[in-house]
């Protein structure tokens, strides 16, 4: 009977399928998928407060006052210049295309980094499982909503993170699938992806390191091979290191002092760093923009406590590597190696600040979060249900707090006043926070509130040539010239070979009518800094209130050249070559400056004069100039004197003398109602000529005027 049974039971037909490797590959492809849709799901709700921020501190230097990303040829000179103050080209390059997609609208570059971020998430995941660390998908999650990530994601110049931490992780997946697979073209893959990382920022120079580390854990051992393999990651490494140092050292630091401390401080303050960092990893609470800067006696035995204990520590994982300190040497040895290059040991600008920073542990963090969660899930996997439960709430509850904290510290990020005034609760020595607070309330008009947070900024770093110039700008605006002035001369004494500081000096001393001694500080701005426009246009402007009209040339002519997309020395080369009855070259520049800013009212009106008064036949053109000052009137909704006036002189050069004389009359009929009695007889003479059927022609002179935002109707 059970023969039988057997038999028949082996006949019936099943209804069920046999599950396949191709349905079990389906599945297992569904399932990733789905975690990783989870992961970017759960990331950008923790970062909705991201989405709706603004602009932040240098996102101007490095974004939206940046002349490189607005310059069409902006791309050539980030690769192949030293005029950038850093060598980020793969950086600066998406920010370029993005410039030209999103402009002043902070959200897109927000959602850039989101994305980003996700992306890098989901690499380190499967970088993770590659490696076979248990809770590979839970330790991703946690590195995607921890906290410390936060100024890494929300911060626009950050890209500078975002970016190369995406390419870092691609080589690093792909060399494993290359160690996995033997497939040889993964190789050069993964080598052209840690040059794009590289070209990204050279703050993840040591995936060389990494990469033995991860073939060691893998194999038990690292071979002669081994590192034959890891050679060419090592010469990118060198050589895209040692640009950046030039960089760094040559642009945008200067001859600016960051620290002052020798070799042995930077050691010890390295050890102190290390542990702090773990210290915001573990209990990532009270994060701040800027921290306390530290001071540690390098005298002192103590100080060398912190980095005496780390290498303790290795030591320890070291000998144990054979039993329970390998997973530990692994994970904290990446965490410690990819530190290492923001330690202190050599200058980074931010460290003028602070000595600390959270987004200088944004590529090390995983290798700490994968430490821990591996141990603890290897741990849990060896127990019974009860404390696998127990494992998995506590997972929730982690996350769960990671997620809400990530949160809460992304809405300090909404805008600049925000930001500063946590930065100042959490660190009210900061004179960073102080001085840039001032600033943002300096532009929303607060400048007594400004001036105070000036003072104070001034008072806790008396040698910050920052704070003496914001002050020099508040006192301006109140008409305060002589006061600013001693303040714009305390920030040349305290930085005299910072071009800013020479030309805010220069522009003070001009406006009191020290004309020749204004010259003197923009000459040495120009030496400062031979590559700025800036200087040159200051001195083209006292030129030509000098009435030195020929030097004046000189210098908007090396603007235009150095800044081909900046408007205001085409206007001014317009206006002097007009005088100097160059009329071709005065049309050129005009137009040239309308070209870069179309919305330029008064260059277009000033175009439109010339346009239509020229005793020249030749350069007259009577409809470009009625084209031209309609649309400037429109936009007025016809009640600047001035462009009316304008507006007359081109309807008559075009012959329609009833619409001049019309014009004329209510431009007129403004400036009367203004008591301006100067500009009133002169609108008379136009009128006169408009009603015997005659243009208004004129030898080039300067035009007097009225302020055209104080006649309104």
Request: glycine share 6%; proline share 5%.
């Amino acid at each position: 009977m059970a023969s039988k049974r057997k038999i028949r039971n082996a006949g019936e037909k099943r209804s069920d399928p046999v599950p396949t490797a191709k349905t079990t590959g389906v599945a297992k492809t569904w399932r990733d998928f789905s975690l990783a849709c989870l992961i970017v799901l759960i990331i950008f709700m923790a970062y909705i407060p991201v989405t709706k921020a603004g602009f932040i501190w240098d996102d101007d230097t490095f974004l939206t006052e940046n002349p490189l990303i607005k310059a069409p040829d902006g791309l050539f000179r980030f690769w192949f210049s030293t005029e950038p103050p850093d060598y980020f080209p793969l950086t600066s390059t998406t920010l370029w295309f993005e410039w030209r997609l999103w402009g002043m609208n902070a959200a897109g570059y927000h959602v850039v980094n989101i994305i980003l971020h996700c992306l890098n998430t989901i690499f380190l995941w499967l970088v993770l499982r590659e490696l076979k660390i248990p809770g590979a998908w839970l330790a991703a999650l946690l590195f995607g909503i921890h906290p410390v990530c936060v100024e890494s994601v929300a911060w626009i110049t950050e890209r500078k993170n975002t970016l190369p931490l995406f390419f870092f992780m691609l080589s690093l997946l792909l060399f494993l699938k290359l160690e996995k697979s033997g497939k040889t073209g993964l190789y050069m893959l993964s080598l052209f992806s840690f040059l794009l990382a590289l070209l990204s920022k050279t703050s993840v120079i040591m995936l060389p390191v990494v990469l033995l580390g991860c073939l060691w854990w893998i194999n038990g051992k690292v071979s002669f091979k081994d590192f034959k393999r890891i050679a060419p990651y090592c010469v990118l490494s060198a050589v895209l290191g040692l640009v950046t140092i030039w960089f760094q050292y040559n642009r945008a630091i200067g001859e600016e002092v960051v620290r002052n401390d020798g070799f042995a401080s930077r050691l010890a303050i390295s050890g102190r760093a290390v542990w702090f960092y773990l210290y915001k990893a573990i209990l990532p609470v009270n994060l701040s923009f800027a921290y306390p800067r530290w001071e540690i006696g390098a005298t002192s035995l103590l100080s060398y406590i912190p980095l005496a204990l780390i290498v303790l520590c290795v030591g320890v994982f070291w000998m144990k590597r054979a039993s329970w300190g390998r997973g530990i040497l692994f994970g904290f040895g990446y965490y410690l190696i990819t530190l290492l290059p923001i330690l202190g040991l050599l200058n980074i600008y931010f460290m003028k600040y602070s000595l600390v920073a959270d987004h200088w542990q944004y590529i090390a963090l995983p290798g700490l979060i994968a430490l821990a969660v591996g141990s603890i899930a290897h741990y849990y996997s060896k127990s019974g249900q009860e404390m696998k439960r127990i494992g998995q709430v506590a997972a929730v509850i982690v996350s769960g707090a990671f997620f809400w904290l990530t949160f809460k510290q992304s809405q300090i990020y909404r805008n600049p006043e925000t930001l500063w005034e946590d930065t100042l609760h959490k660190n009210p020595s900061s004179w960073l926070a102080l001085n840039n607070l001032g600033k943002s309330l300096f532009d929303r008009g607060k400048t007594e509130d400004a001036i105070a947070l000036y003072r104070k900024s001034i008072n806790l770093k008396p040698d910050d040539d920052v704070a003496y110039n914001d002050m020099g700008a508040a006192l301006l605006k109140q008409g305060k010239a002589e006061e600013a002035l001693g303040y714009f001369q305390k920030a040349v004494e305290q930085n005299p070979g910072y071009e800013v500081n020479l030309c805010n000096l220069g522009n003070t001393l001009s406006g009191l009518g020290r004309k020749q001694e204004a010259v003197m500080y923009f000459f040495k701005a120009v030496v400062a800094a031979p590559d700025s426009p800036a200087p040159h246009f200051y001195l083209g402007n006292t030129y030509l209130e000098l009435g030195r009209k020929e030097e004046a040339l000189k210098h908007y002519k090396m603007v235009v050249q150095m800044s081909p997309s900046f408007a205001k020395p085409h206007q001014k080369l317009g206006e002097i070559y007009y005088s100097l009855c160059r009329f071709g070259e005065s049309i050129e520049h005009y137009r040239k400056a309308i070209t870069i800013q179309p919305q330029w009212l008064d260059v277009k009106s000033d175009l439109a004069w010339v346009l239509s008064t020229i005793e020249d036949e030749k350069f007259r053109n009577g409809a470009e100039a009625v084209k031209l000052a309609e649309e400037v009137c429109r936009k007025e909704n016809f009640r600047n004197p001035m462009h009316l006036d304008t507006l007359a002189a081109a309807y008559a050069a075009a012959g329609r003398f009833p619409e001049a004389v019309e014009t004329v009359q209510k431009a007129l009929r403004i400036v009367e109602s203004a008591g301006a009695k100067n500009l009133a007889v002169i609108m008379k003479k136009h009128l006169e000529a408009y009603q015997s059927g005659r243009p208004w022609l004129e030898n080039p002179k300067p035009r007097s005027g009225i302020p055209k935002t104080n006649i309104r109707i």
